[in-house]
C-alpha cells in the first residue's frame, strides 16, 4: 500500500489541507507550512512547519527562501516513505506561490511524484498578484509530475447568489479530495 502526504503552503494551502483532514484518506499524512504563527497554532493539521516570511506588514521574499532551505531537513525526513506528494497553494501570494515552488523542487529530487493542486487569484486581486501567479504556474509545469489549477474566478461563476465565499472555496477542495482519491488508485 502507498503512502500519500498532502501538504499546504501558505494560507490557502493550510485551509484546503485542514479540511481535506475531514476525509480521513488512509495512509496519509496531513502538513501546513506557513509563515503565518497564528494560522499554524489554529490548524488542526498535526504537521506544522513554521518557514519566517513577516516583517511587519510585508512578507520578505529573501526569508522565506532561506527559512524554506532551513527546512528542508525536517521535510526530506517528513517526506522519506511518502510515495506521492500532493501539495497545495493559492498562488499569488508569497509564502505559497514561492514554497509551494521549492517543496514541488525538494519533492522531485527525492523522487516522490509531485502533484500540485492550486488556485488562480481572483480577478478583483489584481493584475501583479495574478503575474505572480502564472510565472509561478509555468515554473511548476515544468517541475511537477502533475498540475491541477483551479481559477478562484471559476468558482464564483458556478456559485448561488446566496452562496458565501467559504461555501465556493469548499467546493474547490470537494474537487481535489475526489481528485485526490482518484489519483490514488492510478497512480
Known amino acids: 500500500?502507498?503512502?500519500?502526504?498532502?501538504?499546504?503552503?501558505?494560507?490557502?494551502?493550510?485551509?484546503?489541507?485542514?479540511?481535506?483532514?475531514?476525509?480521513?484518506?488512509?495512509?496519509?499524512?496531513?502538513?501546513?507550512?506557513?509563515?503565518?504563527?497564528?494560522?499554524?497554532?489554529?490548524?488542526?493539521?498535526?504537521i506544522k512547519i513554521s518557514i519566517k516570511g513577516n516583517t511587519g506588514m510585508e512578507k520578505n521574499v529573501d526569508l522565506i527562501m532561506e527559512s524554506i532551505e532551513k527546512s528542508k531537513e525536517t521535510i526530506k525526513g517528513i517526506l522519506q516513505n511518502i510515495d506521492i506528494v500532493y501539495l497545495t497553494a493559492g498562488l499569488g501570494g508569497t509564502a505559497g506561490t514561492i514554497g509551494i515552488l521549492e517543496i514541488a523542487k525538494l519533492g522531485i529530487a527525492l523522487e516522490k511524484r509531485v502533484v500540485a493542486l492550486v488556485s488562480m487569484p481572483f480577478g478583483f486581486e489584481g493584475q501583479t498578484r495574478m503575474?505572480?501567479?502564472?510565472?509561478?504556474?509555468?515554473?511548476?509545469y515544468r517541475t511537477v509530475d502533475m498540475l491541477v489549477v483551479i481559477p478562484n474566478d471559476t468558482l464564483r461563476g458556478m456559485a448561488n447568489n446566496d452562496e458565501k465565499m467559504i461555501d465556493m472555496l469548499?467546493?474547490?477542495?470537494?474537487?481535489?479530495?475526489?481528485?485526490?482519491?482518484?489519483?490514488?488508485?492510478?497512480?
Open 1 to 46: 500500500m502507498k503512502n500519500y502526504a498532502i501538504a499546504g503552503i501558505g494560507g490557502a494551502g493550510g485551509n484546503t489541507v485542514a479540511s481535506l483532514m475531514n476525509f480521513k484518506m488512509p495512509n496519509t499524512q496531513y502538513i501546513i507550512i506557513n509563515s503565518d504563527k497564528v494560522a499554524l497554532d489554529n490548524s488542526p493539521v498535526p
Open 170 to 187: 469548499r467546493k474547490a477542495d470537494d474537487v481535489y479530495f475526489n481528485l485526490i482519491q482518484k489519483l490514488n488508485n492510478i497512480l
Open 131 to 140: 503575474e505572480t501567479a502564472e510565472d509561478c504556474l509555468l515554473k511548476l
